[in-house]
């Protein structure tokens, strides 16, 4: 059965820490990557990772797709209580119908 | 602002009462899905849609049933609502190019 697993389920951290989330995933056709930054309503893009681009960074935010050990990481530097959110992993297969499969996410919480 | 619109914003139902969900999308997107997000759950696939007039069944379908007759709209029903059914309904959409899903804000149902 696919699925995607994050880890860990919930962190907290003080303003300033930088924070690493995982991602581990078993699907049999991989097509990309996502993650999502949830707040009080609807996620939000983030990036999505493939094999062409294993790398990104945006702002204080990087991942890294490791294809090898089917995982992922989400690293979050000099953090600020406004990065305090759900942190969602996806994952998308060769279905060509762009079903995602989600991890249950990782709670972070940046104190004061 | 272009987007995806989900209505009503929150519903409280009595167990066996019926309602349908509305998402409307006006960023001429082909998929179009419905998940619902339960605490410790992630985000779970109900039904989704490949193009105007098609649907299909997603990871836990049961209790619910859809329609996209228009290509902009995707509408979930639920026939008989169960307590079970309790949890915040997500839509979501996307063209074949691009990053990911655009979500709507979310609809929060209750039943009692």
């Known amino acids: 059965e696919d699925k995607v697993v994050q880890s860990p389920l919930s962190l907290v951290v003080h303003e300033g820490d930088t924070v690493t989330l995982n991602c581990s995933y078993e699907v049999t056709n991989f097509r990309s990557l996502l993650w999502y930054k949830q707040e009080k309503k609807a996620p939000t893009f983030l990036f999505m990772l493939t094999s062409s681009g294993i790398e990104k960074k945006s702002g204080r935010l990087s991942s890294i797709l490791d294809k090898k050990e089917l995982s992922s990481i989400l690293n979050i530097t000099a953090t600020q209580t406004g990065d305090s959110a759900i942190y969602l992993c996806?994952?998308?297969?060769?279905?060509?119908?762009?079903?995602?499969?989600f991890g249950t996410g990782t709670r972070l919480k940046v104190l004061a | 602002n272009a987007g995806v619109t989900q209505t009503p914003k929150f519903r409280v139902l009595k167990t066996g009462q019926s309602m349908t969900l509305l998402c409307a999308q006006d960023m001429n997107h082909e998929y179009m899905y419905w998940y619902r997000q339960d605490p410790g759950m992630g985000l779970r696939l109900i039904h989704y849609?490949?193009?105007?007039?098609?649907?299909a069944k997603g990871e836990v379908p049961d209790g619910y049933n859809v329609s996209r007759l228009k290509k902009q709209n995707f509408l979930l029903g639920l026939e008989s609502a169960a307590p079970s059914q309790t949890s915040v309904y997500f839509c979501?959409?996307?063209?074949?190019?691009?990053?990911?899903?655009?979500f709507g804000s979310g609809t929060r149902l209750t039943v009692v």
């Open positions: 979501a959409s996307r063209s074949n190019r691009g990053n990911g899903y655009t």
């Open positions: 996806a994952v998308d297969e060769l279905s060509g119908t762009y079903k995602y499969i």
């Open positions: 849609s490949v193009g105007e007039g098609t649907t």
